[in-house]
């Protein structure tokens, strides 16, 4: 018999700062729910939670959070957005989208989001990794597709180490278009890969798996931190 939870989905958009975050979760909306500006200062502050309900029935939950990951944001503002994200929704996370943008360069920067996931989720947050490239209309417009993108000689090690560990999960959106045969084929093609991690996973990421990961984390940094106060003496 089939549950509530069952036509309920728990997307969250993490990256960096001027990637399409929020565009993105408007364009799998299907409404403007977040604000959306191109900002070096970015637009959210802290995560937000908005909900859409598709045709079908899906009721689909995207959390949108501030970026995180940048090099300026202090590792215990994140665990504690990270902690909010996971308790916004009683059904847990059922995929964390890693948004990068075709416009901008791939710095190494870019790729320390999926370092600092794993260093808060732990390893198995790979399983629930799905890479969304933004700037699809500009792709377009150069007559090259993403794949012809992810070829080339000059994409970066480190995005090719990305997409190994999400087992090439990734899609392309384009947040400008008007076109809405393109806006249900992205966001089609974007439920089928998380359709892919919950049959890999078969249970969201919730609430009781980050307490008992981060328990055993914030125990393991104590005893690291204890080593090096003994290592002085």
Same mark, same amino acid.
């Given at each position: 018999?089939?549950?509530?939870?069952? @036509?309920?989905?728990?997307?969250? %958009?993490?990256?960096? !700062?001027?990637?399409?975050?929020?565009?993105?979760?408007?364009? /799998?909306?299907?409404?403007?729910?977040?604000?959306?500006?191109?900002?070096?200062?970015?637009?959210?502050?802290?995560?937000?939670?908005?909900?859409?309900?598709?045709?079908?029935?899906?009721?689909?939950?995207? /959390?949108?959070? +501030?970026?995180?990951?940048?090099?300026? /944001?202090?590792?215990?503002?994140?665990?504690?957005?990270?902690?909010?994200?996971?308790?916004?929704?009683?059904?847990?996370?059922?995929? /964390?989208?890693?948004?990068?943008?075709?416009?901008?360069?791939?710095?190494?920067? $870019?790729?320390?989001?999926?370092?600092?996931?794993?260093?808060?989720?732990?390893?198995?947050?790979?399983?629930?990794?799905?890479?969304?490239?933004?700037?699809?209309?500009?792709? $377009?417009?150069?007559?090259?597709?993403?794949?012809?993108?992810?070829?080339?000689?000059? @994409? +970066?090690? +480190?995005?090719?180490?990305?997409?190994?560990?999400?087992?090439?999960?990734?899609?392309?959106?384009?947040?400008?278009?008007?076109? $809405?045969?393109?806006?249900?084929?992205?966001?089609?093609?974007?439920?089928?890969?998380?359709?892919?991690?919950?049959?890999?996973? %078969?249970?969201?990421?919730?609430?009781?798996?980050?307490?008992?990961?981060?328990?055993?984390?914030? !125990?393991?940094?104590?005893?690291?931190?204890? @080593?090096?106060?003994?290592?002085?003496?």
């Amino acid at each position: 018999m089939a549950t509530d939870d069952d @036509c309920e989905l728990t997307l969250v %958009l993490v990256g960096k !700062i001027g990637n399409g975050k929020s565009a993105t979760g408007n364009s /799998i909306l299907g409404k403007k729910e977040f604000v959306s500006k191109a900002s070096s200062g970015g637009v959210t502050s802290t995560s937000e939670l908005r909900t859409s309900v598709l045709k079908n029935g899906l009721r689909l939950n995207v /959390i949108d959070t +501030p970026g995180l990951f940048d090099a300026s /944001i202090d590792t215990k503002f994140i665990e504690k957005e990270i902690v909010r994200c996971v308790s916004m929704v009683r059904g847990g996370i059922h995929a /964390i989208l890693v948004v990068f943008s075709v416009r901008n360069r791939f710095l190494k920067e $870019e790729f320390d989001v999926i370092t600092r996931l794993r260093t808060l989720f732990g390893s198995r947050v790979d399983d629930y990794l799905i890479v969304v490239f933004t700037g699809g209309d500009e792709l $377009e417009a150069n007559e090259q597709s993403l794949k012809d993108l992810l070829k080339e000689s000059s @994409c +970066p090690k +480190p995005l090719k180490e990305t997409l190994s560990l999400c087992q090439d999960r990734f899609v392309l959106f384009d947040n400008r278009t008007k076109d $809405e045969t393109k806006k249900a084929r992205q966001l089609r093609d974007l439920l089928s890969l998380v359709n892919i991690v919950l049959t890999n996973n %078969l249970k969201p990421y919730t609430q009781e798996t980050l307490s008992a990961f981060m328990v055993r984390h914030i !125990i393991l940094r104590h005893q690291l931190h204890l @080593c090096s106060t003994n290592l002085k003496f």
